[in-house]
């Protein structure tokens, strides 16, 4: 029941993207990840005996499969390799959470959260643990390695767990015990600028060869074509803007659609047979491709459209 309630949440946070990308706000969102693996740490006991350390701290579910510490004073520690984000944007913080108890309270600390990133263990502040289950929780907006803005290579390769010793001393038998770790990325994402985007031919024939496929792109009010950077267009994240054969320069064109005197479109033309070879690669005419253009503009704002072509196979034709 608790995972269901924990995938609506997941499901809300994807919703509440979705409206701040059409909106173009720069929100912030939060991607939550959980152990999916044993790290570089394994020093606490499972229970029940014969779970393994990371299963059982991937679910909220109190003393039913946790990790322990009952027999030293010392600090032991658990990592655990995490899930990776299929996000983009910039990374605002990262908090490791752990839900933990001890069995009496007081005596002394009895919990640190722990990360690792770029082969370092950072520990949160000892904490005195409560007797019932509690959440604790430490934030680095700043990856503490490289005090730079955590990066999403930073992200996929961390490992976060736990650290416990005994909380409270003899005449009981203490112990504290953990049973689940998380770590929360918040972070700010990418904007896309919604392009309209024309390819022409609007039929494109596989065995035909001659004239270059041209694309026609326009942008939403408030953005200006000629701020696009030519070299940064990609059809379909695989093929690039072609060179001119006159100038060997970048094959592109400034337009003014409506006649207003402003340029209002980026004409560019991609290598025919690229194309022909790319959507040989996606589809078997005849039928249909929908082919996507993405770039930047020169202040790395991204931009992205897409146009829908028939595609045929007549040889001889055009
Ligand atoms: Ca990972
Ligand atoms: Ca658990
Ligand atoms: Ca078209
Ligand atoms: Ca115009």
Redesign the pocket.
Known sequence: MKNHSKNKKILLILAVSLVIAVAGSTSANQVI?YP?GEGDLTELTPKPVGSVNWVNMTTDDGDATFIEMASTLNWRTDLY????PAVSGTINSVTVYVKARSREVGGQTGLRTAVQTEGTIYYGNEETLAGTYATYCTTYMANPGTADAWTWDE????QAGVSLRRSTVPPTTPWSRATQVWVVVDYTPTVIVAASVDIDPDRLNLSSKGEPVTCYIQLPEGYDVADIDVSSILLDDEISVALNPGTGLLWYDLQDSDGDGIDDTLMVKFDRQEVIDYIKTLITPPADVTLTVMGELTDETQFEGSDTIGVIDEPGGN
């Open positions: 990840l999916d390799s995490l899930g990776n992200i996929d390769a961390l």
